[in-house]
């Protein structure tokens, strides 16, 4: 095992012995005695980086620190430097004063016991709503049931999302405010479950708008400050730049641009997209892809071809394992596909749809080649939010053919590992969530989390080892080499939402977004991996994140 010590960062300004003939030359931040990864097309590894005014001015050896003088040295100690991380699928919000955190909750009766607080602190009445919880992660082995949280709080209305936002439970009041019995027909685009009875266990997948659409709104002034925390907290992570996958255009303008004005030098760079409104709406917003600055910017529209995993909902070719001729769901048709894609592209728009089954992935494929045949955009940079099912060969060739990209998600086959196995087999089980697939098709990719969970260590892990959280490989063929993995978490990510020239590489004149962590992620076993810490964060020159709690 290869790891760091965690030790005090030298912050004075010092002058160094230069000699005769090489003229000093002046910088805010000099890092040195490391290992520093540049990332660019050799993926050179230097010693020492030196920067000046947020930018990147030279990467390379120790003799740095006789070329430049410094108001801030920071001596690595062998440490390993690289670009901070670009997570092109994430979900950030504020926290509503209904809201209870459930991420890591390990059982029902510990999801009931947090309720029951959240109850006794609102009174009764009061909406509770709450996100995170996870079947896989229960003691009991189960779904939350509309009984279990009756027993927490029965005289509130309650609805509870699952990890990755594609399912809810709701308790008995909830579903009566909704309407909601066991003579309700399913949604169109989502599943009602039924007991054996037919009565409603209160689950309900993909289309859960007639309950969650009754919790009063908050206003905005009372998420902000819980939202900032929010984002503030990525930074721990590594993660220096995101992607946001989808606010309204009032979003945008209430929250996203709200919080940034208040404190965007502190935060991650952020590139939001948009959710589809309709042609009309879509221009009286005003913007549109690109529009921004470095902290804060338009990015793709967000739009759901299908549903997720965790239901199961995602719409694939052929029917899910042992469930008869179930193929997931549509959001919506080719027809109403293809008109949304063909306005996109006539007002300028870049596009990044939610694709997660096989035959949803096939679908946009087709309509987003027919598009670009019919109005070609030789720059276009489409692409594909999730890419969870390998799709045919010849859908393959077409998304390299018109040069697609992928927003991919390797730590679903760590994290949603149990979901895949209840619902696909064989070949379609071992490709999940493709990676060395793509690369063998010349499909771009870009790394992403979609807060499953959020961490880039386990998307890099997932990515090497191809392991589940059961310790199962699945697809060995799939695996990527490590310094691959880090171009698609950090590089790959500035060319997703065109900033390329800006970002994503430690490369001379781009932005000083940069981590320094405890180990050295090319050469530790990669079991350790998980294990790895950030301890340092510094976005534009700055350092806005230490582990050790130091002074910044």
């Known amino acids: 095992m290869i790891r760091f010590p965690r030790v005090a960062v030298l912050c004075v300004g010092l002058s160094f012995a230069l000699s005769a003939d090489a003229p000093v030359q002046r910088v805010d931040l000099l890092l040195h005695n490391g290992k520093v990864l540049v990332v660019d097309d050799t993926f050179s590894v230097r010693q020492a980086i030196a920067v000046r005014d947020g930018k990147v ?31 092109t699928h994430i979900h950030i919000s504020g926290d509503s004063r209904r809201y209870v955190e459930l991420a890591g909750t390990k059982s029902i009766e510990e999801l009931k016991h947090k309720i029951r607080s959240k109850a006794k602190e609102l009174g009764s009445g009061e909406w509770i709503t709450g996100y995170g919880w996870a079947e896989d992660d229960f003691a009991e082995n189960r779904l939350p049931s509309r009984a279990d949280l009756d027993e927490a709080a029965p005289e509130n209305p309650v609805v509870l999302s699952r990890a990755g936002g594609h399912s809810v439970v709701a308790n008995s009041l909830a579903l009566k405010l909704a309407k909601i019995t066991r003579d309700t027909p399913d949604p169109s685009t989502g599943v009602i479950e039924r007991d054996k009875g037919g009565e409603p266990t209160g689950v309900i997948r993909e289309s859960f708008e ?66 589809w409104a309709g042609r009309e709406k879509m221009i009286a917003f005003g913007k549109k892809t690109g529009d921004g600055d470095d902290r804060l910017r338009v990015g793709a529209i967000k739009l759901f071809v299908d549903g997720g995993f965790t239901g199961p909902a995602a719409y694939t070719l052929a029917p899910y394992k042992n469930q008869g001729d179930y193929r997931g769901q549509l959001r919506l048709s080719r027809k109403e596909l293809y008109e949304i894609v063909k306005t996109g592209n006539e007002l300028g728009w870049q596009m990044g749809f939610h694709t997660i089954g096989d035959g949803a992935i096939k679908m946009t494929a087709d309509v987003f080649a027919r598009v670009l045949h019919e109005s070609p955009r030789p720059d276009h940079r489409y692409y594909f939010a999730h890419f969870s099912m390998s799709p045919p060969e010849d859908t393959l060739k077409e998304i390299s053919e018109n040069h697609l990209l992928v927003s991919q998600q390797p730590n679903f086959t760590y994290t949603l590992e149990q979901r895949y196995v209840d619902n696909l087999e064989g070949a379609r089980l071992q490709h999940n969530n493709p990676l060395a697939t793509l690369t063998r098709h010349g499909i771009f990719m870009a790394f992403s989390s979609d807060i499953l969970p959020i961490g880039p260590m386990v998307g890099l892990y997932a990515a090497v080892t191809r392991k589940g959280k059961s310790g199962t490989v699945y697809g060995p063929e799939e695996k990527i080499p490590m310094p691959e993995a880090i171009r698609h978490y950090t590089r790959d990510g500035a060319y997703l939402t065109r900033q390329e020239k800006v970002k994503g590489t430690l490369e001379p004149g781009k932005l000083a977004d940069m981590i320094v962590l405890d180990s050295d992620l090319l050469a530790i076993d990669p079991s350790l991996i998980l294990a790895t810490k950030v301890d340092l964060t510094i976005v534009g020159g700055r350092v806005v994140y230490e582990r050790n709690s130091m002074a910044k």
């Open 57 to 87: 001015v030279e990467a390379g050896g120790e003799e740095l620190i006789k070329k430049y003088q410094a108001d801030r040295v920071i001596d690595l100690h062998g440490r390993l430097l690289m670009p901070g991380f670009n997570d």
């Open 210 to 275: 007639s309950v969650t659409g009754l919790v009063p709104p908050d206003k905005t002034e009372e998420l902000l400050p819980s939202f900032q925390t929010h984002l503030e907290n990525l930074l721990s992570l590594g993660i220096t730049s995101l992607v946001q996958a989808g606010v309204t255009p009032e979003q945008y303008t209430t929250e996203w641009e709200a919080v940034y004005r208040k404190g965007g030098a502190n935060l991650p760079r952020a590139t939001v997209q948009i959710l």
